[in-house]
Antibody, heavy 114, light 110 residues
Framework: EVQLVESGGGLVQPGGSLRLSCAAS????????MHWVRQAPGKGLVWVSR????????SYADSVKGRFTISRDNAKNTLYLQMNSLRAEDTAVYYC???????WGQGTLVTVSS | QAVVTQEPSLTVSPGGTVTLTCGSS?????????PYWFQQKPGQAPRTLIYDTSNKHSWTPARFSGSLLGGKAALTLSGAQPEDEAEYYCLLSYSGDLWVFGGGTKLTVL
């Protein structure tokens, strides 16, 4: 059974940092592109970032470029999102998704507030 | 960055048919945007219904279908059920390297 489980969310002050993880199981993680998507409370979905299967290529939404870094460890079947210089507008549930083929995690909440 | 537009809200009667659309600020939506459609119910993660314009997953009810219509991507629901009440999001790919979600359509079955 394909499973994606996010962790690492929490409360952080503006300007702070946080690293999210997405643990994958039930499939060959190293074969798939992965994405991070976020959803602010009561708002719509926003694509954040993607990484290719071996980690050699990444892309980002303009709103997070230069502040967030996506990475992966295929040996640990884990996807990461390093978030720096966090702002109040980064407050959201962050989901990881497998290559848009139907598998999403349940999300982890990041709250940026003083 | 491109803007993807959807109807903010639509209402359909039980058993009725409704079409949701997805447009792009950069011009006509084509198969090269690989349109996706997602369904999200309150408190749940999104669920992928349609990929690459019109392809369905094994869990996608037959009453949902995807297409290109008048320069937009379209999701048609034929024979609406109460459980179809949800938020629907489209997603477009730009140059295969950037993705943009639409703002979502709140579908009411009433």
């Amino acid at each position: 059974e394909v499973q994606l489980v996010e962790s690492g969310g929490g409360l952080v002050q503006p300007g702070g940092s946080l690293r999210l993880s997405c643990a994958a199981s039930g499939f060959t993680f190293s074969s798939y592109w992965m994405h991070w998507v976020r959803q602010a409370p009561g708002k719509g979905l926003v694509w954040v970032s993607r990484i290719n299967s071996d980690g050699s290529s990444t892309s980002y939404a303009d709103s997070v470029k230069g502040r967030f870094t996506i990475s992966r460890d295929n040996a640990k079947n884990t996807l990461y999102l390093q978030m720096n210089s966090l702002r109040a507008e980064d407050t959201a549930v962050y989901y990881c998704a497998r290559d848009w083929d139907g598998y999403w995690g349940q999300g982890t909440l990041v709250t940026v507030s003083s | 960055q491109a803007v993807v537009t959807q109807e903010p809200s639509l209402t359909v009667s039980p058993g009725g048919t409704v079409t949701l659309t997805c447009g792009s600020s950069t011009g006509a939506v084509t198969s090269g945007h690989y349109p996706y459609w997602f369904q999200q119910k309150p408190g749940q993660a999104p669920r992928t219904l349609i990929y690459d314009t019109s392809n369905k997953h094994s869990w996608t009810p037959a009453r949902f279908s995807g297409s290109l219509l008048g320069g937009k991507a379209a999701l048609t629901l034929s024979g609406a059920q109460p459980e179809d009440e949800a938020e629907y999001y489209c997603l477009l790919s730009y140059s295969g390297d950037l993705w943009v979600f639409g703002g979502g359509t709140k579908l009411t079955v009433l």
